[in-house]
């Protein structure tokens, strides 16, 4: 039997999990869009709340937080449990999907929560997928940009990193940007 992980409500925490044998995880947009709204659905049966996200082609990261459930219930239970079986059936696979339970490393303080963030937008810069992390598709980082008018998911709170600039929403989403292009 796996040993408990420890969760504190409201702790910011870094999960990551990636495809079995670090095989695809995400084969088509579509893939990427069913993860994204068992994220939302499952929002809105445990709140939490995600700062910052990426979808790779063969992991994730998710930089959450939750008062009321244990991150382990959100993740094992709902978001990959859900996902494995959706991948099962229509890949017409058997067996794990996941390489086993996910990584959760706690954020010990707001300078991680900004480098955090940062580290996890810039995935697909570092995996040569994009030259600029405002255009990869399957992150948080497009609700980061000043004056879109996306509307923000209701599981993404954005206030972690933006709050620790001084000025308006949209002047510490400027900010953000120029912090993380250093």
């Known amino acids: ?29 579509q893939d990427c869009q069913f993860f994204l709204n068992l994220v939302e659905r499952t929002h809105s049966k445990y709140p939490f709340q995600l700062t910052s996200f990426c979808l790779m082609n063969n992991h994730y990261h998710l930089q959450i937080s939750s008062n009321g459930t244990e991150i382990s219930k959100i993740i094992m239970y709902d978001i990959n449990k859900l996902y494995a079986r959706y991948f099962n059936n229509k890949y017409n696979y058997r067996g794990p999907v996941f390489e086993g339970r996910f990584t959760s490393k706690p954020v010990k303080d707001k300078r991680g929560i900004l480098h955090l963030s940062k580290y996890i937008h810039f995935n697909p810069v570092e995996a040569k997928i994009v030259k600029n992390p405002e255009i ?13 008018q996306t509307n923000i998911p209701p599981y993404m709170d954005l206030s ?21 292009s250093y």
């Open 136 to 148: 990869y598709l399957w992150s948080s980082m497009m609700y980061y940009q000043p004056n879109v």
């Open 1 to 29: 039997m796996s040993k408990k992980r420890i969760w504190t409500p409201g702790q910011q925490y870094h999960i990551l999990n990636r495809g079995i044998r670090k095989e695809s995880l995400f084969y088509e947009p």
């Open 160 to 180: 972690p990193v933006i709050n620790q600039f001084k000025g308006s929403n949209n002047q510490n989403k400027v900010k953000y940007i120029e912090w993380c």
